[in-house]
């Protein structure tokens, strides 16, 4: 079984969720639908399909840091968060008022 663990695709699919006030801009760096679609097609006509595939260099060196340093990654994603946070992203949204207040930026 392979899993593909692409990056964010703009699509409509985001549509509700900045609708709703959460952006994802600046959480994670867009990447073009073609990318995806291609690393899908490879895993699916594998000889062996991979277990885990990224759809993107810096996904790849994702993975590996989450696998091999799960401590460093868990830093670095709490404080990609943390700058989302203090720059406003989610100050429109009801849904991330405990992260918000947690991060010390209540409305």
Known sequence: MTTV????V???IHDS???AGLVLDGMSRPEPLDGVVSAV????TARRGPR???TTRQGRAEMALA???PPLADRVVRRT???RVTA??????PLPEGLRRRHGRAD
């Open 41 to 44: 097609v490879t895993a699916v």
């Open 81 to 83: 968060v943390a700058a």
């Open 10 to 12: 703009r699509s409509p």
């Open 52 to 54: 885990d595939v990224a």
């Open 17 to 19: 969720t900045r609708e």
């Open 88 to 93: 406003g992203a989610f100050a429109k949204a």
């Open 5 to 8: 663990y692409p990056s964010m």
């Open 67 to 69: 696998r091999h340093a």
